[in-house]
């Protein structure tokens, strides 16, 4: 990804006679890796998604999906291989060290290079997580190759064959197609819940290849003293919950916010918001919705005076349905939700929290 | 102890616009500022000068007007600023650009050794987070990112302990010096320039650093010629293809339509409306 903005109008010139070239010691290059990230016995969600984007990717090239799995000895990582299996992997690279118990930068880092340099796979996929991007961008660099961050589409390049990776770019306002060309691997970073779960499928199985560290702990300098988990599991429901209700600047004012939160409490729904809310404190920083806060797909997502910038587009985008308050009726939101109140939400929030309470009492009252 | 401070000038993305029709950015007009997540890393080198002594040296990759963003980080209290800048900089990538900034840091160790490094967490323009992971690899140093609390830091041991922002709670970690740190946002609050900081850091004279002062070995790694990554396409978001069913307040009651809203809700996802009923608590 380019840290200097790229020139809208001529990116095609901006690429002229560079990096284009795939030399021919890399086209042995083959396959479609997906790093599947653990910890304390359980898999972040986010990796099955990938296998699922990483199946669509190795199908279109004829290439096997693997999973790759580092960590201590005595981890389930069997269990997890079994898993990876059945959300469409075809095969595991497995590497198992007590010093690979907990992720720690340095030993993931050897791990995951050394994995790459025997296995050479063509694209390699990880979870733009705390682990997946501190991780991704140190194998990267040792790698030198190119990495792109947070995509929201990932696709083979018909011309080239090369991954053709998705991002919002300029702080979410317009998006941006990057590939890598001439470097081996094609590596790519995916926020949880961009990408849809795949069907599980415990019928399939597939194949381990054993690799092995070679390090011992007492090179590896920084040590994990201690894991304090958040008390506030709550904070961690908003990507995965069911209904969401979130909250804009066309609120006007912290105290109307509250409107959100009663809606929110009516349906059992999280409480998300918009960039510039949280960027104006009325609402918690882990509530942000959009390229640089969380991304969602709910199966109801209820978003009130917010415009829909691209910012916060790529963020919800995926959910099921979308209804819009808007009182601005050109408001960019009304492109992509299926239902939209054309009001001011002060007005219309109040009212619909009392006639969903309403309504969900009775349906309770009879169904009791 | 000798602290460099990572930092980049963006535009103020609030304030960016998109031509409606062409699709383009629209920078005219649009103020540079220093990247807000720098901010927090420069204050927190601050807090560890204030307590442990020591210097700050801010670093910045950028063209000559970067130096603005230098010279307000000197207002908060660094102490010495260097801008590399060349034009064979231009069109780097993440993996150019930590290429860069890794040969100015080893050129800035060369004059006093370097303990701590630190960089915000990503920028705001673009957003990858892997500029601070990938100074790290390239100059050995033992990398922690999302750093939420620096616990403890002792010069005699050369140790730090902190503790970082992981999936579903804190890591605490402890490792030895020298470290880059990429910190997490609103963990600190920056302080206040004070006035013989402002007038300083007014007349201050930030280093002007080229490709051959910074030391750049390898003039095949840096800028567009460095870059594995090279962007095929920027486009804006797909046209709409369907608008919005909705209904306004202009010709409808806040009730009417709100219940027809309910009602659309609960046709398109009957399942919805089962799961949000076994929720309820019947009063």
């Known amino acids: 990804m380019s840290e200097t903005p790229p020139n809208a109008k001529k990116p095609a010139a901006r690429a002229a006679g560079r990096n284009l070239e795939l030399p021919e010691h890399l086209k042995s290059y083959k396959g479609v890796w997906v790093f599947i990230e653990h910890d304390r016995g359980v898999v972040h969600p986010v ?3 990938l296998l699922g984007e990483g199946r669509k990717l190795a199908d279109m090239q004829g290439a096997q999906l693997a999973g790759v799995l580092l960590g201590g000895a005595d981890e389930p990582l069997d269990r997890f291989a079994a898993d990876a299996y059945a959300y469409g992997a075809d095969l595991c690279y497995v590497m198992r060290d007590p010093v690979l118990k ?29 682990m997946g991007r501190d991780l991704a961008g140190s194998v990267a660099t040792t790698l030198a190759t190119g990495l792109t961050a947070d995509c929201t589409e990932l696709t083979i390049d018909p011309a080239s064959r090369a991954l053709a990776a998705t991002r919002p770019t300029f702080g979410g306002s317009l998006l941006c197609t990057i590939m890598t060309l001439a470097y081996r691997p094609q590596m790519a970073t995916v926020r949880p819940r961009v990408m ?23 090179v590896v300098v920084t040590k994990l003293l201690d894991f304090i988990a958040d008390a506030n599991s709550n904070k961690n429901h908003l990507a995965y919950a069911d209904v969401i209700v979130s909250g804009g600047k066309g609120l006007k004012n912290p105290e109307n916010f509250a409107l959100v939160r009663e809606l929110a409490s009516v349906l059992g729904a999280e409480v998300g918001a918009s960039r510039p809310v949280v960027q104006a404190g009325w609402v918690e920083a882990e509530r942000q919705i959009g390229q640089t806060g969380k991304t969602v797909r709910p199966k109801l997502y209820i978003a009130a005076g917010i415009s829909g910038a691209i910012q916060h587009r790529v963020g919800m985008e995926g959910s099921d349905i979308i209804v819009a308050i808007n009182n601005d009726a050109n408001a960019p939101i009304f492109d992509f939700a299926h239902y939209g109140i054309v009001g001011n939400a002060m007005q219309v929030l109040p009212a619909l ?13 009879r169904a009791a | 102890m000798h602290i460099v401070v990572c930092i980049k000038q963006v535009p103020d993305s ?8 062409t699709n383009t950015i629209m920078r005219q007009g649009v103020p540079a500022i220093v990247n807000p997540y720098d901010l927090f890393a420069l204050e927190e080198a601050l807090r560890v000068k204030d307590q442990h002594g020591g210097r700050i040296t801010m670093l910045c990759m950028g063209p000559p007007q970067a130096e603005d963003a230098l010279r307000k980080c000197l207002s908060f209290g660094a102490d010495d600023a260097i801008l590399v800048t060349d034009r064979s900089f231009a069109g780097a990538d993440t993996l150019a650009t930590s290429y860069a900034l890794a040969s100015a840091i080893r050129t800035i160790a060369k004059e006093q050794a370097v303990d701590m490094v630190f960089t915000g967490k990503q920028t705001i323009d673009g957003d990858t987070a892997q500029v601070g992971p990938g100074i790290a690899k390239r100059l050995d140093l033992q990398l922690l990112t999302y750093v939420s609390r620096i616990v403890e830091l002792s010069l005699d041991e050369r140790s730090i302990v902190i503790e970082r922002r992981a999936e579903g709670g804190v890591q605490v970690l402890r490792t030895q010096l020298p470290c880059l740190v990429t910190m997490l946002e609103n963990t600190n609050e920056m302080r206040f320039a004070n006035m013989d900081n402002m007038l300083r850091a007014a007349r201050f004279s930030v280093r002007k650093w080229n490709k051959e002062a910074a030391g750049i070995e390898d003039v095949t790694k840096i800028g567009l010629k460095g870059s594995p990554t090279v962007v095929s396409k920027v486009f804006g978001p797909k046209p709409r293809t369907e608008k919005a069913d909705t209904e306004s307040l202009e010709h409808s009651s806040p009730r009417d339509a709100v219940l027809n809203l309910i009602q659309k809700i609960f046709t398109r996802n009957p399942g919805l409306e089962d799961e949000l009923v076994a929720r309820t608590v019947v009063p």
Do not use: C
Request: glycine content about 6%.
């Open chain 1, 47 to 49: 990796s099955w998604e």
């Open chain 1, 353 to 365: 929290t009392e006639a969903f309470r309403a309504h969900l009492a009775v349906r309770a009252r």
């Open chain 2, 14 to 21: 609030a304030q960016i616009r998109v031509h409606p029709v």
């Open chain 1, 196 to 218: 849809q779960m795949p069907a599980k499928d415990s019928t399939r199985t597939g194949s381990i290849i054993e690799s092995s560290l070679d390090m011992v702990e007492d």
């Open chain 1, 102 to 130: 907990g992720y720690r930068n340095e030993p993931f880092t050897r791990g995951l290079t050394k994995l790459v340099k025997e296995g050479k796979p063509e694209i390699v996929l990880l979870g733009a997580t705390t």
